[in-house]
């Protein structure tokens, strides 16, 4: 009676065994397919028209014609006959098709490593630091660069609702100073504090007119007239302290 090894089921060569030669040279057949294993395609279901000496596959399921009633198994081409295998659980094999490494979980081809989908729905992303529920993406590098793929580049912020907020929010010491997007509302702001708990709105435009709202005031520093101005430049004239502006054709003094 032939006996196996318990981990890949290699048969031994019992004592005063005759034809040594035939179970020595089974088990190289077996070793031939499990090391290193690479199959042609996984999950398949239709035998090969025209198998090659060697090949391998990992068969589905519901595998047909002569592979009929071994689903999960490794069909391999040896000779002129097909033999098969049943992998054990945390077989690694390449699959020439897909171009993948999976592992065998003892009841189906896993991906090794990550997957595409395992990109998806992540409870969150930190790199250089750790990601919290609030900042589920966190990044702490001395830059970051969002290039274009060829054309243009967008950068998005959305809200669910006007009264919402999406903005940018700058912070010294993670107390913020500048803020600057649709606050509350679907007009676009750009607020200032100096503490992080007082804030002031200096600039408001408003997504109905186009109109821009000062909220404070607003300062020209004195300096010399453009070299290139065009209709409706205005500049404080710093020579002679007046407020000038450009109608097309010559400055004008507003006061």
């Given at each position: ?87 054990g659980t945390g077989w690694r094999a390449w699959g020439l098709a897909e171009g993948a490494l999976k592992v065998w979980s ?71 100073r500048a803020e600057m997007g649709l606050a509350g509302n679907d007009n676009f702001s750009i607020k200032v504090s100096a ?59 507003l006061f």
């Amino acid at each position: 009676m032939t006996t196996y090894t318990p981990r890949l089921d290699l048969p031994f060569i019992e004592a005063a065994q005759a034809q040594k030669h035939v179970t020595h040279n089974e088990a190289l057949e077996r070793l031939d397919i499990m090391v290193q294993l690479r199959v042609q395609q996984f999950e398949a279901t239709v035998p090969a028209a025209s198998p090659v000496n060697g090949q391998s596959w990992a068969l589905g399921a519901t595998p047909t014609g002569v592979w009929a009633g071994h689903g999960g198994q490794i069909a391999s081409y040896v000779g002129d006959g097909w033999y098969f295998i049943t992998p054990g659980t945390g077989w690694r094999a390449w699959g020439l098709a897909e171009g993948a490494l999976k592992v065998w979980s003892g009841a189906a081809w896993n991906p090794v490593g990550l997957d595409t989908n395992d990109l998806n729905n992540l409870p969150g992303v930190g790199i250089g630091a750790a990601s919290d529920p609030a900042n589920r993406l966190t990044v702490s590098t001395p830059a970051t660069l969002l290039n274009h793929a060829g054309g243009g580049h967008q950068v998005k912020v959305n809200k669910a609702s006007a009264g919402d907020t999406a903005s940018l929010l700058y912070q010294t010491g993670f107390s913020g100073r500048a803020e600057m997007g649709l606050a509350g509302n679907d007009n676009f702001s750009i607020k200032v504090s100096a503490t992080g708990g007082t804030w002031r709105t200096a600039l408001t435009a408003m997504a109905a007119t186009g109109g821009v709202q000062l909220h404070h005031f607003a300062q020209l520093v004195p300096g010399t007239a453009p070299a290139a101005p065009v209709r409706g430049t205005v500049y404080y004239d710093d020579a002679g302290n007046v407020l000038r502006c450009f109608d097309g054709a010559v400055w004008r003094d507003l006061f």
